[in-house]
């Protein structure tokens, strides 16, 4: 009797064990780096852990909103790995800074260019991309990914979260978008900052030119009071020498 209590013991232990080390949670997930606010642009990173112990993820593909559309995505260059936008037309055209957008990127995916530049076992890695106009009507987005390991494995983060219902085995990233500031701003804490570093910079340069431009006066005046210094030193000189003779 004790002998087989302690074999079901043995068997709940294992279990909870293989459960609590389950990689389940790690999946495909999006998130802003600073703010994804409505109306506005941002930079978000798609978060890719390889789940894998034998086979290192060799590809990724992002299908972007249709339902709301971004007309503006622009994948950073990565090391390794070779980039790919889709752009698909749209059934109703955007409006971007005064002009007519009659298509949009569907789809981004990124390949490695070789086995050893894929996420390793035991790694993850980042993939950025800067989106925009964020929709103002809505508050995430549903982002769903392919991802493929070097083992032709394919695994799809393409279930939605149903309200109410427990996260689904293999759940579709998600990007929550925040409400715009009070006085209208749309930009992303990233590109706050680049602004900021772009402000800097112009006002270190005229401030440099400002004292350049000083300088270069200061520097002509004493030229001038000098050769006008000669000039009457040389009237002086003159006027003797006419005296003399």
């Given at each position: 009797m004790k002998a087989s209590r302690l074999a079901a013991t043995g068997a709940v232990a294992a279990t909870a064990v293989v459960v609590l080390s389950s990689p389940a949670f790690a999946h495909v997930s999006v998130q802003a780096?600073?703010?994804?606010?409505?109306?506005?642009?941002?930079?978000?990173?798609?978060?890719?852990?390889?789940?894998?112990?034998?086979?290192s993820t060799s590809k990724l593909e992002v299908n972007f909103p249709t339902d709301h559309p971004l007309a503006s995505v622009m994948p950073e260059p990565m090391a390794g790995w070779k980039i790919e936008v889709t752009k698909s037309k749209l059934a109703k055209p955007l409006e971007l800074h005064g002009e007519q957008i009659t298509e949009a990127?569907?789809?981004?995916?990124?390949?490695?260019?070789?086995?050893?530049?894929?996420?390793?076992?035991?790694?993850?890695?980042?993939?950025?991309?800067?989106i925009g106009a964020l929709p103002e009507d809505a508050d995430e987005l549903v982002f769903k990914a392919i991802q493929t390991y070097s083992n032709k494995e394919v695994v799809r983060w393409i279930e939605v979260q149903e309200d109410g219902a427990e996260e689904p085995e293999t759940p579709a990233p998600v990007l929550a978008l925040s409400a715009a500031s009070e006085d209208g701003h749309h930009g992303s804490a990233a590109a706050e900052e680049a602004d900021a570093?772009?402000?800097?910079?112009?006002?270190?340069?005229?401030?440099?030119?400002?004292?350049?431009?000083?300088?270069?006066a200061r520097v002509l005046g004493v030229v001038g009071i000098v050769v006008g210094a000669m000039g009457v030193a040389y009237g002086v000189l003159a006027g003797r020498r006419r005296g003399d003779a």
């Open positions: 780096e600073g703010t994804a606010a409505k109306g506005g642009y941002a930079v978000v990173d798609f978060k890719v852990p390889n789940e894998r112990d034998n086979a990127v569907s789809k981004v995916t990124w390949t490695a260019t070789s086995k050893a530049n894929g996420i390793q076992p035991g790694y993850f890695e980042k993939f950025p991309v800067s570093k772009t402000e800097n910079a112009a006002a270190t340069t005229e401030a440099a030119d400002s004292d350049s431009s000083d300088t270069t």
